[in-house]
């Protein structure tokens, strides 16, 4: 174990409260493609203006829920990894300790077993009405590659996930302030740290901040110590 990691693996020891902030890099070692990882990220392809935002889903509802249709087969297909493992595992050791805080709309940290988890951007496997239902949205015509929507009024169905100028669920993302408020220490692993306002819970973190990613990113800069790995190898030795 790296000088780093054991100083870090004591400060987990020590802390009483411990707050994880996690992006798509958690994700990557359970086969997730991230989304701004170069060579293989989403984006790579996809600029997140085109996808993930309402007025594209508006413009082009097609290719935006197809987009969400392939992500959601391949993240359907994929397993919690020893990252998510070790995060959960060490939640039902040390009850109350430890908060999972993710960008990640993937659900792999609550299919690992972690309670509590504060899911800022949504969930991709699940769907709400794209405008306001009204009485008669209480059935929806399956359309053949489309959204579905309802029969009598037209309104659509769309991926329940936070689109880029939509606002984060109020809840969640008070819990995670508070969380980073009353946190000894914050573990930030996978994200790159580019989007707001999850990115900000790292600099409004009250203990120690470790970064845990293989490449820098824009909160490398927020950090007490930065650990130069990956999730699936390091989360297991940080939180034993
Ligand atoms: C809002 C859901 C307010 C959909 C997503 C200028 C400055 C600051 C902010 C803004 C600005 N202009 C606009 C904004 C606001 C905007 C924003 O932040 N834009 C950015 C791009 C500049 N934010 C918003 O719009 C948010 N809403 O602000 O509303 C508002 C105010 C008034 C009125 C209305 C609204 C909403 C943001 C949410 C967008 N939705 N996803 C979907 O998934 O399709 S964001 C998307 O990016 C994902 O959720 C993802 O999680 C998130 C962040 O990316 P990362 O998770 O960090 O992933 P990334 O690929 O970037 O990085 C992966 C990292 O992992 C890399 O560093 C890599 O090195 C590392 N890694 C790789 N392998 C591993 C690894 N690490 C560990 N282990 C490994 N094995």
Avoid at 119 to 139: E, F, S, Y
Wanted: proline letters at 6%; glycine letters at 8%.
């Amino acid at each position: 174990m790296s000088g780093d990691v054991e100083q870090v693996a004591g400060w987990v020891r020590d802390a009483r409260q411990i707050a994880l902030l996690s992006g798509a890099g958690m994700s990557a070692e359970s086969g997730v493609p991230t989304f701004r990882d170069a060579q293989t990220g989403l984006w790579a392809k996809f600029r997140p203006e085109e996808l993930a935002t309402e007025d594209a889903f508006r413009a082009n509802p097609q290719m935006v829920w197809d987009w969400y249709a392939v992500r959601r087969e391949m993240i359907a297909k994929v397993e919690p990894n020893a990252g998510h493992l070790a995060v959960a595992a060490f939640q039902r050791r040390h009850p109350n300790r430890l908060t999972v805080v993710t960008q990640n709309v993937d659900g792999l940290h609550q299919r690992a077993g972690s309670p509590g988890v504060l899911a800022l951007h949504g969930n991709i496997a699940q769907d709400k009405w794209l405008d306001a239902p009204g009485d008669c949205c209480t059935h929806m015509e399956p359309v053949a590659g489309r959204p579905p929507r309802c029969a009598k009024c037209g309104n659509m169905r769309r991926p329940a996930v936070v689109w880029f100028g939509e606002m984060l669920p109020a809840r969640e993302l008070q819990a995670a302030e508070e969380a980073a408020r009353r946190c000894d220490l914050m573990l930030v692993v996978g994200t790159s740290g580019a989007v707001y306002p999850a990115a900000g819970l790292a600099r409004i973190a009250r203990g120690k901040v470790v970064v845990v990613n293989p490449h820098a990113s824009e909160l490398d800069d927020a950090a007490d110590v930065v650990l130069r790995g990956t999730a699936a190898a390091l989360l297991p030795q940080l939180l034993e």
